[in-house]
């Protein structure tokens, strides 16, 4: 599976009819009150505002009232504009995914029919996915900078739940059911497939998962105004979302979803894949493998430590670096070089062993330097010149690492990656 292309500025196109850039999703169940105003604003609103083409979709999810009719009567009077689309299962998350997985416009977004959100915050919304600079956008009614009017209950509801976000699953967004997200096109196609809610964790899920493979997530601040009509059912939500939580946090912590699906390449800008002479993936990676390598440093000395309490330095220091050399290969494997799965990890470890051997040979080589000048040296001492003697080995071991342990190959597109 390849990595998601890089991210690039959606040209302004021709003069004269155009496909749709921006494709405005409305989810709607029982809605024949709100949604022919909540249509006609957003259209107006968008004809004066926002520079590109763009297309409004209601997508009626089963509704049993005139909701229907009235969406097919606000396509007929905007044609081209606007157009209704019927499911007849009930889901706000089962219609976002029919309907953005349908569309031809490169940015796909949502929003409320009862419009809490002020609209002025909409090309915000999209612009940093127009440019390329981000995957998926949203509005947060939690940023300092928001103005927000609503009703304590539903204020103490929504921070408890991002809250149990940030304990549970590390999210860092900071609001996840804001009724007002874009996302771009490819990464939809790719991302939907993962997101197994219908309902109102949808949205929570989609954010969870982009977050863990590393995309990029845009936050806006809005004016939000509380739908006092809102037909929400608060419990019921909140008890769903709680088992979604647990649903994505299983399978986060087993390792069952496939997020290097929506890796981005490194260096998505155009300007950096012009740069000769920088392998791609060099940045991350050695961000990464110092990341792991400051980790395996301390759990080699205490190791150490801990051996030495009963052998001697040498053999303390050999059993510790065997151990923390397995670890350390097993976590740059899967978190520097992204190689994930079971296919060549033997191997892998068998090549990592060897490199183990030399960084062996640097730190032994060091000890016995050590005692050979001091005789008898201090632990404080001894632990100085190991921590010097695996700087050397760490570079050796990263050089190592990626041009044979893990080397790039060539992809068809043109990116690199570890095999």
């Known amino acids: 599976?390849?990595?998601?292309?890089?991210?690039?500025h959606l040209p302004v196109g021709a003069a004269g009819p155009r496909p749709p850039v921006l494709d405005v999703v409305i989810p709607v169940h029982n809605e024949e009150k709100d949604l022919e105003p909540c249509v006609l604003r957003l259209h107006e609103h968008l004809s004066r505002t926002f520079p590109y083409a763009f297309r409004i979709t209601v997508a009626d999810n089963a509704s049993t009232d005139t909701t229907p009719a009235v969406a097919r009567a606000l396509a007929a009077r905007l044609p081209g504009a606007v157009r209704a689309v019927r499911l007849e299962e009930k889901g706000r998350g089962r219609a976002l995914r029919t309907v953005w997985s349908a569309s031809d416009a490169p940015v796909l977004a949502y929003m409320d029919v009862d419009l809490s959100t002020d609209l002025n915050a909409l090309l915000p919304l999209v612009a940093p996915l127009i440019s390329g600079h981000s995957d998926l956008a949203i509005g947060s009614r939690l940023a300092r900078s928001s103005r927000v009017v609503r009703g304590p209950k539903r204020e103490f509801v929504s921070r408890a739940y991002n809250l149990i976000l940030r304990g549970s699953l590390a999210a860092r967004f900071s609001d996840a059911q804001c009724g007002f997200k874009a996302i771009?096109?490819?990464?939809?196609?790719?991302?939907?497939?993962?997101?197994?809610d219908t309902g109102w964790f949808f949205d929570t899920e989609m954010l969870v998962l982009a977050e863990r493979a590393g995309l990029r997530i845009h936050e806006v601040p809005v004016d939000w105004v509380d739908d006092p009509d809102s037909s929400v059912h608060i419990v019921r939500t909140a008890t769903e979302d709680l088992k979604g939580v647990w649903r994505v946090g299983r399978a986060l912590a087993t390792g069952s979803l496939p997020l290097d699906r929506l890796a981005r390449p490194f260096g998505d800008d155009p300007r950096d894949r012009e740069l000769a002479g920088v392998p791609g993936g060099l940045a991350r990676q050695l961000v990464g493998f110092c990341v792991v390598g400051a980790l395996s440093t301390l759990f080699y000395l205490a190791l150490y430590s801990l051996f030495r309490l009963g052998a001697g330095s040498q053999l303390a220091n050999a059993a510790a670096l065997l151990v923390s050399a397995v670890a350390n290969t097993a976590a740059n494997r899967r978190l520097t070089f992204?190689?994930?799965?079971?296919?060549?990890?033997?191997?892998?470890?068998?090549?990592?062993?060897?490199?183990?051997?030399?960084?062996?040979a640097l730190t032994s080589g060091s000890l016995a330097a050590l005692g050979a000048a001091t005789g008898s040296p201090a632990h404080s001492t001894e632990l100085a010149v190991l921590v010097v003697a695996n700087l050397a080995a760490t570079?050796?071991?990263f050089l190592l690492f990626r041009l044979w342990v893990f080397p790039a190959q060539e992809r068809s597109d043109g990116?690199?990656?570890s095999r």
Do not use: D, S, Y
């Open 1 to 8: 599976m390849r990595t998601l292309p890089a991210r690039e």
């Open 184 to 196: 771009r096109r490819e990464v939809a196609e790719r991302l939907l497939p993962m997101v197994e």
């Open 338 to 360: 992204g190689v994930r799965g079971r296919e060549r990890a033997a191997r892998h470890q068998a090549q990592g062993l060897v490199v183990f051997g030399i960084g062996l």
């Open 395 to 397: 570079v050796v071991r």
């Open 415 to 417: 990116t690199r990656t």
